[in-house]
């Protein structure tokens, strides 16, 4: 139970930076989500909280103290390895008794039994406990990683991608143990996915790294719904978001909005605190983001649609994503299951602008969207 | 017309083993029957002979024999225990941490098993003369470095390499410290390959004979260089000789034999990254 800290952290591997100025403050009791694609440095983070790694500038700190020079032992952390991490030689359940055996954290046995038949309860592996590793599939190793840091009670736990290698339903079943688990423990935790869906549905708050650095702070539904610029908004959702190059023009007190592709021409939907500071932006160029989910499509032709073709149709079990294509341009869309669709049939798409975000299409950064006030109210109020 | 030729390739195969089996194995068959025979019937080739234990008897009990082993066993046993005590933290400072000329020290290292003995033993000689080291137990213990220790490290920093560092990591955040990690954790890991490296450290250690031969050879003499004295310059003695070969053959099979399952598993353990 502790806040964690960083600040300026910087971590160097030769010439690479892995981390580049990294500041959090992580909140006592907070489920907090490291977000990011492949090698953005989320898994350094951890280490260097962990204390596995020591930065080359910057300090960590535990509750306020500085714990730079603390070793990864006394740190009081407990971590689940991407790997495992493992101990070939012994059998899970020794795996899962070792840190409670250890000098610093000795249990008795009988408290150590309890606790490990518990936790194995809790991830449906007793049957596996006195199996070596090497006889475990992928994904029990995993859960065995899981329960080694469960059966301890740390300051803070530290996950790097813990699910990735399950099943879909026991991930489902796991991701909602683990909000349980935490909810109820009250341990701050530290959680390293590049899953959003887990980001999304776990994270009290998410940071978005990329390239050493945290590209945006924040709740779920305020990164999903404000991202700061187009790279978070790619990555935050599935399917990805529908980015439509076009011009911004005023006439009067309306606004138009020009698509590169095709060249169609939008009346954009009056709000005034909109068009007032795209106004005072003086954006012209400008980057749609439009959700998918805001798409709208017909296999007739419809007024105000604009005909496509389509390039994709995938079943996703509940719904199913349509891709059409404009002149070079995917637009990606949710349609319900079952659908008879042919590919390279023609299809009509409209847009709901008033869900849009808009770009900057030089910098690729946030500029405004749609009912901005509204929903920078409600992250504040979910931030508390 | 299928199984006819698999038929065929096999007994082939199998005849080709069996030829080698006896190649290899003539020369050890052809020493025990020497071990029995006495000096008159020596030089008969045929396989009939009476058999007799007294050559046995002179070398085990009426010459220094066993004098000869227990210095053997001193010396090369002690290289082996010098280079795993040496070599495990060397080798696990090449596999895990960085340093400047790294890859170079470790060449270096393995760079000593190139120069052929006889090339390095007149200065070595020199140099144990000046130090008074020559004809010791230390002095051999030490030389025998040069054979079994680039051997040690190299087979078992490939098994060090072979433990992902996250292992390490999980256990410092379990709580323990470096050595209970490198005893509890790392030493059973690459256990099958200390005892297959040990041992082969030992057999070489055991069979060397140049070293011995000019480093010592009266006050201690390691049973590689006695065995010579069984021939003597008027008459060679060669059922005699054959005693003490097959008897200082012994230790190094009945040491395989009792490691034998970690020998085994050690070899493709290595090899096979799990």
Redesign the interface.
């Known amino acids: 139970m502790a806040r964690i800290q960083l600040e300026n952290v910087t971590k160097k591997f030769g010439k690479v930076t892995a981390l580049d100025g990294i500041s959090l403050d992580i909140k006592d009791k907070e489920f907090f989500v490291l977000f990011g694609p492949a090698g953005a440095g989320k898994t350094t983070i951890l280490n260097c909280i962990a204390g596995i790694q020591l930065p080359e500038e910057g300090v960590v700190k535990f509750d306020g103290e500085i714990v730079n020079l603390v070793d990864a032992a006394h740190r009081d952390t407990a971590m689940v390895f991407e790997n495992y991490a493992l101990y070939p030689q012994m059998t899970v359940y020794d795996n899962m008794a070792s840190p409670l055996r250890s000098k610093l954290y000795k249990k008795d046995e009988d408290y150590i039994k309890n606790k490990i038949h518990e936790v194995a309860a809790m991830m449906k592996m007793e049957n596996l406990l006195e199996r070596l590793p090497s006889q475990l599939s992928n994904g029990q190793k995993q859960r065995v990683a899981m329960g080694r840091a469960l059966v301890r009670s740390p300051r803070v736990y530290l996950m790097d991608e813990p699910l990735a290698h399950l099943d879909a339903k026991l991930r489902n079943a796991m991701r909602t143990e683990l909000k349980e688990i935490q909810a109820n423990f009250g341990t701050t935790s530290i959680y390293v996915t590049h899953d959003f869906m887990e980001a999304m549905s776990l994270g009290d708050r998410i940071a978005i790294i990329n390239e050493g650095k945290v590209v945006q702070l924040g709740t779920g539904d305020a990164i999903y719904y404000m991202p700061c610029n187009e790279f978070v908004a790619q990555l935050m959702g599935d399917p990805e978001i529908n980015l439509i190059s076009g011009t911004l023009a005023k006439s009067g007190d309306s606004c138009t909005f020009t698509m590169d592709a095709g060249g169609k021409v939008y009346d954009l939907p009056k709000e005034k605190d909109l068009f007032a500071k795209l106004d005072e932006l003086g954006a012209s160029k400008v980057d749609l983001g439009m959700r998918p989910q805001n798409l709208t499509y017909s296999f007739e032709p419809k007024e105000g649609y604009i005909k496509c073709t389509v390039y994709s149709y995938e079943s996703i079990g509940n719904k199913s994503v349509i891709v059409a294509e404009l002149s070079g341009l995917q637009l990606r869309m949710i349609a319900p299951n079952g659908l008879k669709v042919k590919i390279d049939q023609d299809v009509y798409v409209d847009m709901q602008l008033d869900h849009a975000m808009f770009f900057d299409a030089e910098t690729k950064n946030y500029l405004t969207r749609y009912n901005e006030a509204a929903i920078k109210a409600f992250a504040e109020k979910q931030e508390g | 017309m299928n199984t006819a030729s698999k038929r065929l390739g096999r007994i082939v195969q199998n005849g080709l083993l069996v030829i080698y089996a006896i190649f290899a194995l003539f020369p050890l068959i052809w020493m025990l029957i020497l071990s029995v025979k006495s000096d008159a019937e020596i030089y008969t080739t045929t396989f009939i002979f009476s058999p007799t234990l007294d050559n046995y008897r002179i070398v085990l009990f009426e010459s220094d024999y066993v004098r000869y082993m227990i210095d053997s066993l001193i010396v090369s046993g002690g290289a082996v225990i010098v280079s795993v005590i040496a070599g495990v933290p060397a080798a696990y400072a090449l596999a895990r941490y960085n340093f400047k000329k790294k890859e170079d020290i470790a060449f270096q290292i393995l760079s000593f098993k190139f120069a052929p003995e006889i090339l390095v033993v007149l200065p070595l000689f020199m140099i144990f003369q000046k130090l008074h080291i020559y004809d010791s137990y230390f002095g051999l213990i030490w030389v025998y470095q040069l054979i079994s220790m680039p051997l040690l490290i190299w087979v078992v920093r490939g098994y060090f390499e072979d433990i ?1 560092v ?2 390490e ?9 470096w050595y ?1 990690i490198f005893f509890k ?1 790392l030493i ?2 690459i256990k099958p390959g200390l005892v297959s490296a040990a041992l082969l450290a030992f057999i070489f250690a055991w069979n060397s004979f140049t070293f011995p031969l000019m480093l010592a050879g009266t006050k201690i003499q390691p049973i590689t260089v006695a065995i010579t004295k069984f021939l003597g310059t008027d008459s060679a003695h060669y059922g005699q000789l054959a005693v003490a070969a097959t008897v200082s053959a012994l230790p190094a099979i009945i040491f395989a034999l009792c490691i034998q399952k970690h020998l085994v598993r050690g070899l493709s353990f290595g090899a096979v990254k ?1």
Do not use: F, T
Not at chain 2, 169 to 177: E, H, K, L, R, S
């Open positions: 992902s996250e292992i990591y999980a256990a410092q955040v379990d709580g323990y410290n209970q954790n059973p890991l799990g």
